[in-house]
């Protein structure tokens, strides 16, 4: 019914890891979180920093409050969008969530 003390030694007594096998499980987490969360959520500020970089006038944008409006003019850290036909609002760039209607440049006639 009981284990005989030669018996719990005997069962203890397993080659020790090495020290690098212990971290393998560690590492393995590590890559799998990046793979799975950290890359995309980069790769999604990227996306973002370049929409924001390239907002130009005529755009439609809607904030990440809701707004939704046409670009007036574009500052250093700010635009000028307008919600209605003459009411105009400062926001801060960064708080453009999307582009919804990108204009197109116009080409020059040749």
């Known amino acids: 019914m009981f ?3 030669a018996f719990a030694q005997a069962a203890g007594s397993g080659g020790a890891a090495s020290p690098i096998m ?3 499980p560690l590492i393995l987490i590590f890559a799998i979180m990046y793979f799975l969360m950290i890359r995309p959520q980069q ?3 990227k996306q973002h920093r370049e929409m ?3 907002l130009s006038k005529g755009d439609h944008v809607v ?3 809701g707004v939704i409006g046409k670009v ?3 500052r250093d850290d700010e635009i000028e969008v307008e919600i209605a036909q003459g009411v105009k609002v400062r926001i801060v760039r960064a708080t453009v969530a999307q582009v919804v209607n990108k204009t197109q440049p116009v ?3 040749s």
């Open 3 to 5: 284990a005989t003390p």
């Open 22 to 24: 212990q971290f393998v």
């Open 43 to 45: 790769k999604r500020a």
């Open 52 to 54: 924001v970089a390239s």
């Open 63 to 65: 904030t990440q409050g």
């Open 72 to 74: 007036a003019s574009v």
């Open 107 to 109: 080409a020059a006639n």
